[in-house]
């Protein structure tokens, strides 16, 4: 009988050899991280339903319509994580790290969970890696987490992509934008629900894909325009603290990011072969969150990147002519032992040159020697070995490189040196 068992709807699962490039981006985007002295938070996968709510805030799609919540068997209401942030926020309260050297800097990464529609770059389960500098409102760190997640893309690869940034400055400049802005809003004929999303955030209209509404919007002020003098002036080292590590980026005064709390800088990396969902990473600066989670006034900044469509871009980017990065299946030699004994000395050669730091497969069952052969093909090894009696006897095998079918005759205490100027072992993965 066939299985009726299927991943549920939605969800995103990845299979070798798509496995392998998810592998490949969760370390590489920490490579920045950890240059920069940013340390791993693990966190749990659930979280108290009030976190988020107080949290990411009740205007958002995320909390109104697409949390994961359900009731323990005690009858408390749980959420399944949709983002990080408010996590990290609540442990760092609840385990007093604030009251340490400042910044708090922490990575975190796993997966999340949105009830949202499915569509290509879209899941309800997805997973990011994330940052989080805690407890200092200096711009240079508003510069330095940008260019963590900028490095981490570059290091991956990836080239297609724009960071835009804009600033939504600090309270006083809300306020005055906020008042001219829900004066226009005033005028609009919207329905219940929008005028409702529009009292509790207003900027979230910019972000309505509706005709008129986005017609309405197009003439709405830009709260870039009403930046007081201080927020004017940080943004401004902002954007010189990039443009002195010369990362590019274009400041888009519309963007919408989709949690509420963000205040100051906020950004967003878009990929450009992506189609609707093109957001491949976002980010900023998050004022009063703390106090909002019980903590003191400490203001912070990070971002989340979204693995699943990193992965997708780099895809992209491949399909149009650049490589996937790297060799990302990675062997330098399979092992074949022929007959008892030649198998056993095999099996202890093996161990051996992986403790060395090579990528080594052997050959399992006592296969013939024809398909022992196809196997190593189809591992994709660069370099082969059959070691069997004659071998044993003379302490020497013949390598040979798949690529070329050249065979070099090497001593079986000289292989690792061989290998060790061949092939670069598990720095290569
Ligand atoms: P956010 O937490 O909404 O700021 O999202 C940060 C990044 O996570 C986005 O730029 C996306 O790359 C990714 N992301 C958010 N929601 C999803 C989703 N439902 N499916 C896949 N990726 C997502």
Same mark, same amino acid.
Do not use: W
């Given at each position: 009988?066939?299985?009726?068992?299927?991943?549920?709807?939605?969800?995103?699962?990845?299979?070798?050899?798509?496995?392998?490039?998810?592998?490949?981006?969760?370390?590489?985007?920490?490579?920045?991280?950890?240059?920069?002295?940013?340390?791993?938070?693990?966190?749990?996968?659930?979280?108290?339903?009030?976190?988020?709510?107080?949290?990411?805030?009740?205007?958002?799609?995320?909390?109104?319509?697409?949390?994961?919540?359900?009731?323990?068997?005690?009858?408390?209401?749980?959420? *399944?994580?949709?983002?990080?942030?408010?996590?990290?926020?609540?442990?760092?309260?609840?385990?007093?790290?604030?009251?340490?050297?400042?910044?708090?800097?922490?990575?975190?990464?796993?997966?999340?969970?949105?009830?949202?529609?499915?569509?290509?770059?879209?899941?309800?389960?997805?997973?990011?890696?994330?940052? +989080?500098?805690?407890?200092?409102?200096?711009?240079?760190?508003?510069? +330095?987490?940008?260019?963590?997640?900028?490095?981490?893309?570059?290091?991956?690869?990836?080239?297609?992509?724009?960071?835009?940034?804009?600033?939504?400055?600090?309270? @006083?400049?809300?306020?005055?934008?906020?008042?001219?802005?829900?004066?226009?809003?005033?005028?609009?004929?919207?329905?219940?629900?929008?005028?409702?999303?529009?009292?509790?955030?207003?900027?979230?209209?910019?972000?309505?894909?509706?005709?008129?509404?986005?017609?309405?919007?197009?003439?709405?002020?830009?709260?870039?325009?009403?930046?007081?003098?201080?927020?004017? +002036?940080?943004?401004?080292?902002? &954007?010189?603290?990039?443009?002195?590590?010369?990362?590019?980026?274009?400041?888009?005064?519309?963007?919408?990011?989709?949690?509420?709390?963000?205040?100051?800088?906020?950004?967003?990396? $878009?990929?450009?072969?992506?189609?609707?969902?093109?957001?491949?990473?976002?980010?900023?600066?998050?004022?009063?969150?703390?106090?909002?989670?019980?903590?003191?006034?400490?203001?912070?900044?990070?971002?989340?990147?979204?693995?699943?469509?990193?992965?997708?871009? *780099?895809?992209?980017?491949? &399909?149009?002519?650049?490589?996937?990065?790297?060799?990302?299946?990675?062997?330098?030699?399979?092992?074949?032992?022929?007959?008892?004994?030649?198998?056993?000395?095999?099996?202890?050669?093996?161990?051996?040159?992986?403790? @060395?730091?090579?990528?080594?497969?052997?050959?399992?069952?006592?296969?013939?020697?024809?398909?022992?052969? &196809?196997?190593?093909?189809?591992?994709?090894?660069?370099?082969?070995?059959?070691?069997?009696?004659? @071998?044993?006897?003379?302490?020497?095998?013949?390598?040979?490189?798949?690529?070329?079918?050249?065979?070099?005759?090497?001593?079986?205490?000289?292989?690792? &040196? $061989?290998?060790? @100027?061949?092939?670069?072992?598990?720095?290569?993965?």
């Amino acid at each position: 009988m066939s299985s009726k068992f299927a991943a549920p709807k939605g969800v995103s699962e990845y299979l070798p050899p798509r496995s392998v490039i998810f592998d490949y981006i969760c370390r590489g985007l920490r490579i920045p991280a950890l240059a920069a002295g940013y340390e791993l938070i693990e966190l749990p996968i659930f979280e108290d339903t009030e976190l988020f709510t107080r949290g990411v805030g009740t205007s958002t799609d995320v909390v109104s319509k697409e949390m994961y919540t359900f009731e323990d068997r005690a009858g408390r209401s749980l959420t *399944l994580r949709p983002e990080g942030t408010a996590s990290v926020i609540r442990a760092v309260i609840e385990h007093g790290l604030d009251r340490g050297a400042l910044p708090v800097k922490l990575f975190y990464q796993g997966p999340f969970f949105r009830a949202e529609r499915p569509q290509a770059g879209r899941y309800r389960q997805f997973y990011q890696f994330g940052i +989080e500098a805690i407890g200092s409102d200096d711009p240079y760190l508003d510069a +330095e987490v940008i260019s963590i997640a900028y490095h981490g893309y570059r290091k991956l690869g990836l080239k297609d992509f724009e960071l835009q940034i804009t600033s939504l400055g600090d309270s @006083e400049s809300r306020f005055t934008h906020r008042r001219d802005l829900d004066s226009l809003i005033s005028r609009l004929d919207l329905d219940e629900e929008t005028s409702q999303r529009a009292q509790k955030n207003p900027l979230r209209l910019f972000d309505d894909k509706r005709e008129e509404i986005r017609i309405a919007m197009s003439s709405a002020p830009l709260l870039l325009d009403y930046l007081s003098k201080e927020s004017r +002036e940080n943004f401004d080292q902002v &954007k010189a603290a990039l443009d002195s590590l010369q990362i590019p980026y274009r400041v888009n005064p519309k963007m919408v990011r989709g949690l509420d709390y963000y205040t100051g800088t906020t950004f967003e990396f $878009v990929h450009k072969g992506l189609g609707a969902q093109s957001a491949i990473g976002g980010g900023g600066r998050y004022d009063g969150l703390m106090e909002v989670l019980g903590g003191s006034k400490l203001s912070g900044i990070g971002f989340g990147l979204g693995i699943d469509r990193i992965l997708l871009a *780099l895809e992209a980017e491949a &399909k149009s002519g650049q490589s996937l990065p790297g060799e990302l299946r990675y062997v330098d030699l399979y092992v074949i032992g022929l007959g008892d004994k030649a198998r056993s000395k095999c099996f202890t050669l093996v161990d051996s040159l992986r403790k @060395e730091g090579f990528v080594v497969e052997q050959n399992f069952g006592n296969r013939a020697i024809k398909g022992a052969m &196809k196997a190593a093909d189809k591992s994709g090894a660069r370099f082969t070995i059959v070691l069997g009696d004659r @071998e044993l006897q003379s302490e020497s095998v013949g390598l040979k490189e798949m690529s070329t079918g050249a065979v070099t005759s090497v001593r079986l205490d000289a292989l690792a &040196k $061989v290998l060790a @100027e061949k092939s670069s072992g598990l720095k290569k993965i």
